[in-house]
């Protein structure tokens, strides 16, 4: 499944994922297959933030203590940290983007191959390409190969297991210290549980059934959202007697 992919991926020793201050560090980042500020609101904003390091850069270079706000407002349209959205709509964040493309999830899939091969040429290479998504590709990897944090954001919303490989991908073929990559998912537990272990619901209800377990805990969620309302009052009259 993708969560089972992505904690895999995640899990790899080789990748970082990086907590929402390092994300608002990164010099470039290219979003992969997902409308981050509707996934993921706070990260959503660290990104926005992402976009002003060059313009940071820029003033230390010009002496322009980093305190003085207005002043460094006013070098933005000098320089822009790259943020590159590939997505199958437009997105709230595309107003800072450097680019984007909007394609189905397999061209989106596609187009995130195409990097990884420019970016590390023994990643399989995409054939077929049209000349506009050769060159797209390789301006993203550009961007990513000049970066010195370069950062790569997908997820689940394109319910794709080639655009999540096409992350992991890119995120492998960086040639910065630290291959950042982080998932964006549609319920803040989803990888907690699979790092501890977790399985499906129908397991907590057979086990809970067979008197396997003495205690529940549900956290962050209405479990008739997952289940038919007999299976699950069934489950919660058996834990309560249990």
């Known amino acids: 499944s993708l969560l089972d992919s ?3 991926i995640l899990t790899d020793g080789g990748i970082h994922s990086p907590s929402l201050r390092e994300i608002e560090q990164a010099d470039a980042v290219l979003i992969l297959g997902e409308d981050v500020t509707h996934s993921a609101p706070r990260l959503a904003l660290s ?36 943020l590159v959205i590939v997505s ?4 709230r964040l595309d107003d800072v983007a450097t ?27 995409v054939v077929n390409l049209s000349a506009a998504e050769q060159s797209q590709a390789a301006a993203i990897a550009d961007a990513l190969k000049q970066a010195k944090r370069p950062l790569v954001v997908s997820g689940t919303s394109c319910s794709s ?7 992991y991908n890119i995120a492998k073929a960086l040639q910065a210290p630290k291959k950042q990559l982080t998932f964006t998912l549609p319920e803040c537990n989803s990888i907690g549980l ?14 809970i059934n067979r008197g396997l377990a003495d205690t529940v805990v549900i956290l962050e969620n209405d479990l008739y959202r997952r289940a038919s309302r007999e299976h699950v009052d069934r489950f919660l009259t058996t834990a309560a007697h249990v």
Do not use: K
């Open 47 to 82: 990104l926005r933030q992402s976009v002003r390091n060059a313009t940071i850069e820029l003033a230390r270079t010009m002496h322009i203590p980093i305190w003085q706000d207005i002043a460094i407002r006013e070098l933005t349209g000098q320089a822009r940290s790259p």
């Open 99 to 125: 680019g984007t493309f909007r394609g189905s999830p397999d061209d989106i899939a596609r187009l995130g191959f195409a990097v990884a091969h420019h970016l590390d040429r023994a990643a399989p290479e």
């Open 88 to 91: 199958q709509c437009a997105t």
């Open 194 to 207: 699979a790092t501890l272990g977790g399985g499906r619901l129908q397991q907590a209800f057979e086990t």
């Open 161 to 167: 297991l080639a655009v999540v490989q096409a992350a």
């Open 6 to 8: 992505i904690y895999r």
